[in-house]
C-alpha cells in the first residue's frame, strides 16, 4: 500500500506539471495578460466609423429666401453671395466657406434654394441636390409655412410633418449617408417687435411680408395680438416637427432652436425690408450652424 501511495502521488505530480506547461504556453500563444515578444507589434482594434463626420469636403443648401441672401444687398432681390450657407462674401464668411475654404466653396457648394419657397417645395429642391451627391445638405424652411396671407392659410402641422419626412426620403433613397443640418424656424413675433418701429420697414411691410404676423403692425388689439400669438405657436409647433424627423435619422442634426432663441436685433435684419438677415444677420446664422455641424456631439 505504501509503494502504491508513492507512485500515485509522483504520477499525480507529472501530470501537474505537464498541465501547468500546457496551460503556460496557451498563454504565451493567445497573449492573454502578457506583453508580446519583442520584435512584434500588438494589432490594434479597428476604431469604429463616427456616425457624423464634421469636417464634409461638399454641401449644398435647400431652403427659402434666407438661404437665397434675400434683401441683404439690393431692395427685393436676391443676393446668394451673403447667403450663411453657400456665400462667397468674405464678411459673412458662410457654412462652406469654414468647412471648404474659399476655393473649396466655390468648387464644392450648391444653393438649390427659393424664394418663397415652403416645405411642399423641400423634395424638389432635395432631387436636385442629391444630383451633386453631397456629403451635407442645410435645410432651412417653414417661415413661408407661416407667413401666409391669414392664419386660416398656414400650412397645418401634419401637412408640414409630411412634407419634410418626405424632403428627408428623396434624399435618403439616393444618398444614405449623407448628413444634415436643419435649422430651426425663426422667431418671427422678435422680426415683428424689433422692425415695427421703422417707418420705412413697415411701408414695405404693406407690400406683401408675412401678412399673418407683420399685418396691421402698429395695432395693439386683442384681436391683433392674439393672431400673432397663433402665428408664433405654429412656428413653434413647426420646430418641434422638425426637431422629431430629424432625430429619428443618425445622419440629421437639428440646432436645438439656437436660430428661433436667437436675440437678434436691427443690425441682423435687412434694412431694405426689416424682416429677412442683413449681411450680419447672415454671419450669425452661418455661425450658429458651424457650431452645430462641428460640434462632437448633437445639440440635446
Not at 61 to 74: K, L, P, Q, Y
Not at 102 to 118: D, P
Not at 159 to 164: L, P, Y
Not at 216 to 225: Q, R
Amino acid at each position: 500500500m505504501r509503494h502504491r501511495s508513492h507512485r500515485s502521488r509522483a504520477a499525480l505530480a507529472i501530470a501537474s506539471a505537464a498541465l501547468l506547461g500546457v496551460s503556460v504556453a496557451g498563454c504565451d500563444a493567445v497573449g492573454d495578460n502578457s506583453p508580446a515578444p519583442r520584435g512584434t507589434t500588438a494589432k490594434a482594434l479597428p476604431k469604429p466609423t463616427p456616425t457624423w463626420d464634421r469636417s464634409p469636403t461638399s454641401m449644398a443648401a435647400v431652403g427659402d429666401s434666407i438661404t437665397r441672401g434675400f434683401d441683404a444687398c439690393t431692395v427685393l432681390s436676391d443676393c446668394p453671395e451673403v447667403s450663411w450657407a453657400t456665400g462667397s462674401d468674405t464678411k459673412v464668411k458662410s457654412l462652406a466657406v469654414r468647412l471648404l475654404g474659399q476655393a473649396g466653396a466655390a468648387e464644392r457648394s450648391w444653393n438649390y434654394a427659393v424664394t418663397g419657397a415652403r416645405m411642399a417645395d423641400l423634395p424638389d429642391q432635395m432631387a436636385q441636390a442629391v444630383t451633386n451627391k453631397p456629403e451635407l445638405v442645410t435645410v432651412m424652411a417653414g417661415a413661408n409655412d407661416a407667413c401666409r396671407s391669414s392664419v386660416s392659410a398656414m400650412t397645418p402641422v401634419a401637412e408640414f410633418r409630411s412634407e419634410f419626412q418626405d424632403a428627408m426620403d428623396t434624399l435618403r433613397e439616393a444618398l444614405p449617408k449623407t448628413q444634415v443640418y436643419v435649422s430651426s424656424v425663426p422667431d418671427l413675433k422678435r422680426l415683428w417687435s424689433e422692425g415695427r418701429d421703422n417707418a420705412l420697414g413697415k411701408q414695405i411691410w404693406k407690400l406683401g411680408i408675412c401678412p399673418s404676423m407683420l399685418g396691421d403692425a402698429d395695432s395693439l388689439t386683442t384681436a391683433a395680438m392674439r393672431r400673432r400669438t397663433t402665428v408664433q405657436d405654429r412656428v413653434e409647433a413647426y420646430n418641434q416637427v422638425l426637431k422629431e424627423v430629424c432625430a429619428k435619422d443618425q445622419h440629421c442634426r437639428f440646432d436645438g432652436g439656437a436660430v428661433f432663441d436667437y436675440r437678434f436685433g436691427t443690425d441682423q435684419l435687412s434694412h431694405w425690408d426689416w424682416f429677412h438677415p442683413s449681411r450680419d444677420g447672415q454671419a450669425r446664422l452661418a455661425e450658429m450652424a458651424y457650431r452645430v455641424v462641428t460640434a462632437t456631439k448633437p445639440v440635446s
